[in-house]
């Protein structure tokens, strides 16, 4: 079914076969419905979908993490990509402390040690991930190792469901973890919706992550971006007015208002994308495509703080080896290219990818030169405000394996949305708490925290010094008025990172922490620490010397 176009009225009107049938469905079902089950019967919700650069896009509305999240740094934004389909985390992070035993239960799916670069003494990536070794060797890359749940669930719908919800293996719910921050806080969203989607799902939809607990699911669909952006601009819109007093008048006042919070979201993401071009050349694939779009998004100006991608294919239970590299050159060249693109329009230091998958695969391959569903895997994350390249969390066991022979997970997938939510989107904790069921879940330290940006101060607000021993070591001494959060870092002359000496919750009184000691082998020369205190910043130069 297609609308009617009155050029007269600029609006658009039902065709009369269309709302016969309905009036007289409503007549035989008038008693049989309420409004809360027919948003159900929909599968609609409050939001929607487009095609935007030939590329499907979806978007959620704001709800009860909106308030949290226009409290927060406002510059900030996280794009989550989904490897979906089970991504192979051995042969993504390479163990070679034990290649050993990696390679003899993989005899034909192995990637050879020397078709792989170092990430570090125990851990390589395969050659044609390469593009991301600059990423890595800058400091904008983390591995956050064997990352799970308990009980492992290795059903693709059901795993997916699970990391979506919160949930643990043995519970069912239908509300995803941002869904439950945005169902509260627009009660009236389709009389009064906010003027920006928070967040946006490119390429596929229908993730239960941003589904509220009233199954609000968000979703609606376009063809032609264009078109879409010209009603939304000349206010062509459905009309509200004479609509029936009865529950068929209720229905299709919903739907033709849904339908305008579509025109109103198009208008906005439209201009955006319009407004900004890609700086620099991607792989015309799945992923680089999709990355492409939302790089001009966020340069475009859009207000989004959420991005969720998604990379299909990664079930490779046979002739893993070609199909695996595929997907994962995809991935790699894509998101260098994202940042490069993002470099380019001044964004780069707002923006932190995190990939994630339902589970990774057995350590044994099968007899279809493939793997099988397992457990435990890796996530990246990706992004100049992870403040230096490493690893987090201990690497499962190759040997140390569950009956079905999966890995076992030492981090719970749930310390991950906790971490990045608090600390990089600066939700409060209580809220992140809540949004996970309750349960407060430990942070990770990922390398950054929510003050993005703090005032650099050189009065007497907090009283440091540097202090220089005979052994040559130099330790910075400070003096807190009260407890509070604090920072320590070392930069060298030329304004880049190299080292974090110290984080954490500190008590009120003097505190002291040694440079040498806590960063590794710094040359002799001069450098510049920083004590960053709450939302206060204090420096000062120190020489290095023995």
Request: net charge negative; with cysteine.
């Amino acid at each position: 079914m297609s609308d009617r176009f009155n050029p007269e009225r600029k609006l658009f009107t039902l065709p009369n076969e269309y709302l016969n049938r309905q009036q007289l469905e409503h007549a035989q079902q008038h008693n049989l419905w309420d409004r809360r089950s027919f948003f159900r019967t929909l599968g609609l919700g409050l939001g929607g979908a487009m095609m935007l650069g030939n590329m499907r896009v979806a978007a959620a509305s704001l709800s009860p993490m909106s308030k949290a999240l226009a409290a927060s740094d406002a510059d900030r934004v996280l794009v989550l990509i989904r490897l979906k389909g089970g991504n192979d985390g051995l042969n993504t992070i390479v163990p070679v402390y034990d290649y050993g035993t990696y390679a003899s239960f993989r005899p034909t799916v192995k990637i050879q040690q020397s078709a792989t670069f170092s990430l570090s003494s125990e851990f390589a990536m395969p050659n044609f991930m390469d593009s991301l070794q600059p990423l890595w060797g800058d400091g904008k890359m983390k591995v956050v190792h064997g990352v799970g749940y308990d009980e492992q669930n290795l059903s693709h719908f059901r795993s997916a469901d699970i990391w979506a919800t919160g949930t643990d293996q043995d519970e069912i719910l239908g509300s995803g973890v941002m869904g439950r921050y945005y169902e509260e806080q627009f009660p009236d969203f389709l009389n009064a919706p906010p003027s920006q989607p928070l967040a946006i799902q490119v390429g596929s939809v229908g993730n239960l992550l941003f589904t509220g607990s009233d199954n609000t699911s968000y979703a609606f669909s376009v063809a032609d971006p264009e078109q879409l952006y010209q009603l939304a601009q000349n206010g062509w819109l459905h009309s509200m007015t004479n609509l029936p007093e009865c529950l068929y008048g209720e229905q299709l006042g919903f739907l033709r208002a849904i339908t305008n919070n579509t025109l109103n979201y198009a208008g906005v993401i439209n201009e955006a994308y319009t407004t900004a071009v890609n700086s620099v050349s991607y792989d015309n694939t799945y992923l680089s495509n999709q990355l492409a779009m939302v790089a001009r998004l966020i340069k475009g100006g859009l207000g989004t703080k959420v991005y969720l991608v998604t990379l299909d294919g990664f079930d490779t239970h046979a002739d893993q080896a070609d199909l695996h590299q595929t997907l994962l050159t995809d991935m790699a060249h894509g998101v260098s290219s994202f940042f490069a693109d993002l470099a380019a329009g001044g964004r780069e230091n707002d923006v932190l990818c995190m990939t994630f998958s339902e589970f990774g695969r057995r350590v044994e391959q099968n007899a279809s030169d493939g793997t099988d569903h397992g457990a435990a895997a890796p996530s990246m994350l990706f992004g100049p405000g992870l403040a230096g390249s490493g690893f987090v969390g201990e690497h499962p066991s190759l040997t140390d394996l569950d009956n079905a022979g999966n890995m076992q997970h030492h981090l719970d997938y749930r310390q991950l949305y906790a971490s990045v939510l608090e600390h990089w989107l600066c939700i409060p904790a209580q809220t992140v708490d809540d949004a996970l069921l309750g349960v407060e879940y430990e942070r990770l330290d990922l390398g950054f925290n929510c003050v993005s940006s703090v005032e650099e101060r050189d009065d007497l607000g907090l009283d440091h010094k540097a202090l220089y021993l005979a052994d040559g070591e130099v330790v910075i001494s400070y003096d807190l008025p009260a407890s509070m959060y604090v920072q320590i870092q070392i930069f060298d002359i030329m304004g880049r990172q190299v080292a974090v000496l110290d984080k954490g919750s500190k008590t009120s009184g003097n505190h002291q922490v040694a440079i040498r000691a806590n960063s590794g082998h710094l040359s002799n020369g001069q450098y510049v620490y920083r004590i960053q205190a709450n939302d206060r910043a204090y420096s000062r130069s120190v020489v290095l010397m023995r």
